[in-house]
C-alpha cells in the first residue's frame, strides 16, 4: 500500500516537473510597413556654442597665464596678462606734460586777465632809479603826440595785446587736451595687456607661454563655452528649404556610435560660392557625452525624393550572428533564423528593414540566447 502510494506521488512530481520545464510561448511581432521619407546623412563637427580666441593688441612680454587646457574660468576673470612697465613709463610722462599744460594755461589766464583789467601795467611798474619820470613821460607826452599824427593807436595795441594773451590760453587749453587725450591712449593699452574671459568657460589651446614676446595681433588662446554643444553641419543648399529653426531630427555621435535628437538652431543666410553649402548649426542635449572637434553624423530628410516604403521592427527581435543581424522569423511551429539588411532608425525601439522581410511575417521579440533555427516548443496547457 505505501509503495503505491509512493509511486503515485513520484508520477505526481514527474509530471509537475515536467510541466515546468516547458518554455513559455514566444513573443511575436507581427511586421508591418511604413512610408519612411528618403534621408541623407551628413558628417558634421561637435563645436562649442560660443568661442573666441585671444589675440595681443600690444606688443610685449607674456607675464601671466591663468591656466592650462581644459581649466575653468567665469567671466572677467584674467587669463593672460603682458608686461605694462613701458606702457606705466608712458603714461607718467604724458601726465607730467599735462601738468605743464595746466600752469602754462594758468599763466596765459593771468595774463590776460592783468591785461584785460590793468593796461600797461608792465611798464608802469618798471621804474629805473627809483624815479617813474620816464615812463610818466612817455604816457602824458610820446604816446599821444604819437597818436596825434597818426603814427599809434592805443585801442588798437589793448585789443592786440587782449588778442595775443587769448591765443596764448587757446594754446595751452589745446594742449592740454592733447595729453588727456594722450592718457586716455595708454590707459586703454594698459586695459588691453589684460585678456580678460569674455563669459564663462575653459581655456581650450594655448599658443604662448609666459616670456614669450608677443606682437599686436598675434593669437594668444582660445577660450570656450563648452557646456552648451552643437554640430555644425555644410548643408546642399537643395536640402535647406526642408529645414526651419526648431525643429528636431535623429543624429549619431562618433563617440559609442551614440544616437540623439537635435534641434535646428542656426541656418546661415548665404551658401559658400565654391561648394554651393549652407552652414547649419544644430543644437546637442544638454549633458551629451561627448567634446568639441569630435565627428557627428545628421540625417536629414530629402523632400525632393518620394518617401520609401519599408518594414518597420522593433530591436528586441534582433539577433546578431558575428556582424550579422537578422531574426527568428515563425511560421507555424517552425523558426527560422532570416539575416537583414537594417535601414535608417525610427526611434530608439525601432528600426527600419531594407530586406529580407516583408509585410506580414511573424517574428519572434526578446528571443532567448539559446534560441535555435527548428521547431518551436508549444506553451504548456
Known amino acids: 500500500m505505501f509503495k503505491q502510494f509512493f509511486s503515485a506521488v513520484l508520477l505526481g512530481l514527474l509530471v509537475?516537473?515536467?510541466?515546468?520545464?516547458?518554455?513559455?510561448?514566444?513573443q511575436t511581432y507581427l511586421?508591418?510597413?511604413?512610408?519612411?521619407?528618403?534621408?541623407?546623412?551628413?558628417?558634421?563637427t561637435v563645436v562649442p556654442y560660443k568661442e573666441v580666441t585671444l589675440a595681443a593688441q600690444v606688443s610685449g612680454r607674456i607675464e601671466m597665464i591663468a591656466g592650462t587646457e581644459g581649466d575653468r574660468f567665469n567671466q572677467e576673470a584674467a587669463l593672460v596678462a603682458l608686461d605694462d612697465t613701458e606702457l606705466l613709463a608712458q603714461r607718467r610722462a604724458a601726465f607730467a606734460e599735462m601738468m605743464n599744460a595746466d600752469a602754462v594755461l594758468r599763466n596765459a589766464s593771468m595774463q590776460y586777465s592783468r591785461e584785460l583789467y590793468s593796461p600797461n601795467t608792465?611798464?608802469?611798474?618798471?621804474?629805473?632809479?627809483?624815479?617813474?619820470?620816464?615812463?610818466?613821460?612817455?604816457?602824458?607826452?610820446?604816446?599821444?603826440?604819437?597818436e596825434f599824427f597818426g603814427q599809434s593807436n592805443s585801442v588798437l595795441d589793448r585789443q592786440a595785446e587782449l588778442h595775443s594773451y587769448g591765443t596764448q590760453i587757446e594754446q595751452a587749453r589745446n594742449a592740454?587736451?592733447?595729453?588727456?587725450?594722450?592718457?586716455?591712449?595708454?590707459?586703454?593699452?594698459?586695459?588691453?595687456?589684460?585678456?580678460?574671459?569674455?563669459?564663462?568657460?575653459?581655456i581650450t589651446r594655448k599658443m604662448v607661454e609666459i616670456g614669450d614676446t608677443v606682437q599686436a595681433g598675434m593669437p594668444l588662446?582660445?577660450?570656450?563655452?563648452?557646456?552648451?554643444?552643437?554640430?555644425?553641419?555644410?548643408?546642399?543648399?537643395?536640402?535647406?528649404?526642408s529645414l526651419n529653426i526648431g525643429m528636431t531630427m535623429p543624429a549619431k555621435l562618433d563617440v559609442l556610435n551614440t544616437p540623439v535628437q537635435v534641434r535646428v538652431a542656426q541656418i546661415f543666410p548665404v551658401a559658400d560660392p565654391q561648394r554651393h553649402t549652407v552652414t547649419v548649426k544644430f543644437d546637442l542635449?544638454?549633458?551629451?557625452?561627448?567634446?568639441?572637434?569630435?565627428?557627428?553624423?545628421?540625417?536629414?530628410?530629402?523632400?525632393?525624393?518620394?518617401?520609401?516604403?519599408?518594414?518597420?521592427?522593433?530591436?528586441?527581435?534582433?539577433?546578431?550572428?558575428?556582424s550579422l543581424p537578422g531574426v527568428y522569423v515563425l511560421d507555424g511551429e517552425r523558426r527560422s533564423l532570416r539575416l537583414l539588411r537594417l535601414g535608417r532608425d525610427m526611434d530608439a525601439q525601432h528600426v527600419s528593414v531594407l530586406s529580407g522581410l516583408k509585410q506580414g511575417d511573424v517574428i519572434e521579440v526578446n528571443p532567448s540566447p539559446s534560441a535555435a533555427s527548428g521547431w518551436v516548443s508549444p506553451p504548456a496547457q
Request: no cysteine.
Open 16 to 26: 509537475t516537473a515536467t510541466a515546468t520545464a516547458q518554455p513559455a510561448a514566444p
Open 31 to 44: 511586421v508591418q510597413t511604413y512610408s519612411i521619407p528618403t534621408t541623407i546623412m551628413l558628417g558634421g
Open 122 to 146: 608792465p611798464n608802469q611798474m618798471q621804474v629805473p632809479g627809483g624815479m617813474g619820470l620816464p615812463n610818466l613821460f612817455d604816457q602824458f607826452f610820446s604816446r599821444p603826440a604819437s
Open 176 to 202: 592740454m587736451l592733447r595729453t588727456q587725450s594722450q592718457i586716455e591712449q595708454i590707459d586703454a593699452k594698459l586695459r588691453d595687456t589684460v585678456g580678460k574671459a569674455p563669459f564663462d568657460g575653459v
Open 221 to 241: 588662446l582660445q577660450f570656450a563655452n563648452t557646456d552648451y554643444l552643437q554640430i555644425q553641419v555644410e548643408v546642399p543648399a537643395r536640402l535647406v528649404p
Open 285 to 322: 542635449p544638454i549633458g551629451t557625452r561627448t567634446g568639441p572637434g569630435q565627428y557627428a553624423q545628421v540625417e536629414i530628410s530629402d523632400t525632393q525624393l518620394d518617401a520609401q516604403t519599408s518594414p518597420v521592427i522593433p530591436r528586441a527581435a534582433l539577433v546578431w550572428r558575428g
